[in-house]
C-alpha cells in the first residue's frame, strides 16, 4: 500500500546522511559542508558541531550522551566542553575511512567500513567489515566479506543486528552475542537498495527502492512489501523520530556517481522531507 506524499521540511541541501533522531531533533551529516546539522518538525535548522571533509562519515551518541564522530581511522568523540578527542583508533582494522556508526542499548559501538577506495575507484568491493568498540575501549572486527557495508540498526533486545549491503543489494542480518560478537550470518530481504536503514515496532524496515523501482519501501524479513513511498530523488537514508517516533524522515539527493562529487555538492539538491509512519520507530539508532 501507498503512504501520504512527504512533505519537505529542509532543502537546498548538498548530500544528507545518517540522519538520528535525537533530543526532539532530526540531526544529520551534512556532507560536502562539513556540518552536523539539527533540524525540529517546524523546519528550524540549526549547525550543532563541525563535521569532517568529503563523504562517507556518521554520527551516534554515547549512552551519557556524547557525540561520536565516525569516518577518520580515529573514531572521534565530542566532549561537554566542544572538545574533540580520540575514543578509538581503528587505523589497525582497515586501510580506508569508517562510515555508518551505531551504539545499541548497552553501549556496544558498532562502526563500518567499505575498506576500498570508492570514491578514487580502487580496490575490490567485497571486502567491507564491521567493527566493534566495546564499553571498556576494547576494539576487535566483528564481521567481514561485506558487500559495500552502509546503514545498521539493532532491534530493541540488542540481540540482532541487521546491515545494509548495498552491493549486493540485500539486507543481512546477524545475531549478537553477550560479548558483542557478531554470528549466524544470513539474508534478511534480498532484492532492496539498501542504504541507510531504520527498523519500526512491526519488525519492518524502511529502506530505499532502488531495484524494484523508484520508491522507498517498507519490507519484513523475507523480502515482503508492507509500504511503498514513490520519489524523484535518491534516497540516502530513513529516519523515525518524532515525540512518538511516528514520524518517518527521508534524506534525499540527486546522485550523480563517484566521479561528480563536487558537481553534486554544488548543485545543492539536497532535503530532508518528512510523512506519517503506519508504525513508531523502535531498536537503535
Keep these: 500500500m501507498s503512504q501520504a506524499e ?14 538520528r533522531w535525537h533530543h526532539g531533533r532530526l540531526w544529520f551529516c551534512h556532507w560536502g559542508m562539513e556540518e552536523i546539522i539539527a533540524v525540529d518538525l517546524d523546519g528550524n535548522a540549526e549547525v550543532m ?39 578509538a583508533d581503528l587505523s589497525a582494522l582497515s586501510t580506508t575511512s569508517w562510515s555508518e556508526i551505531l551504539v545499541d542499548g548497552r553501549g556496544n559501538v558498532y562502526v563500518n567500513s567499505i575498506n576500498f577506495d570508492f570514491l578514487g575507484g580502487g580496490g575490490e ?5 564491521i567493527a566493534l568498540v566495546t564499553p571498556d575501549g576494547e576494539v576487535r572486527q566483528v564481521a567481514g566479506d561485506l558487500h559495500f557495508p552502509n546503514g545498521m540498526v539493532v532491534t530493541p533486545d540488542n540481540r540482532t543486528l541487521i546491515i545494509s549491503e548495498s552491493f549486493a543489494a540485500q539486507l543481512t542480518a546477524f545475531d549478537i552475542e553477550p560479548d ?18 531504520c527498523l519500526d515496532a512491526d519488525g519492518a524496515i524502511w529502506t530505499s527502492g532502488a531495484v524494484m523501482g523508484d520508491t522507498v519501501v517498507r519490507v519484513r524479513e523475507g523480502r515482503e512489501v508492507l509500504d511503498e513511498i ?32 563536487d558537481e553534486a555538492v554544488e548543485q545543492r539538491t539536497g532535503q530532508v522531507r518528512v510523512v506519517d509512519a503506519p508504525a513508531p520507530g523502535v531498536g537503535w539508532p
Design 230 to 261: 514513490p520519489i524523484d530523488l535518491d534516497c540516502f537514508a530513513t529516519m523515525l523520530g518524532g515525540p512518538d517516533r511516528r514520524s518517518l524522515f527521508l534524506c534525499m539527493a540527486k546522485w550523480l556517481g563517484p566521479d561528480k562529487i
Design 49 to 87: 558541531a563541525p563535521g569532517l571533509p568529503g563523504l562517507g562519515w556518521g554520527i551516534s551518541w554515547l549512552r551519557d550522551g556524547r557525540l561520536l564522530i565516525a569516518g577518520e581511522p580515529e573514531l572521534r568523540r565530542q566532549e561537554p566542553d566542544g572538545s574533540i578527542v580520540t575514543h
Design 6 to 19: 512527504p512533505r519537505v521540511l529542509l532543502d537546498g541541501l548538498a548530500i544528507v546522511e545518517c540522519p
Design 180 to 197: 558483542g560478537s557478531l554470528t549466524n550470518r544470513r539474508v534478511w530481504a534480498r532484492d532492496v537498495g539498501p542504504d541507510g536503514i
Design 125 to 129: 568491493p567485497t571486502q567491507g567489515l
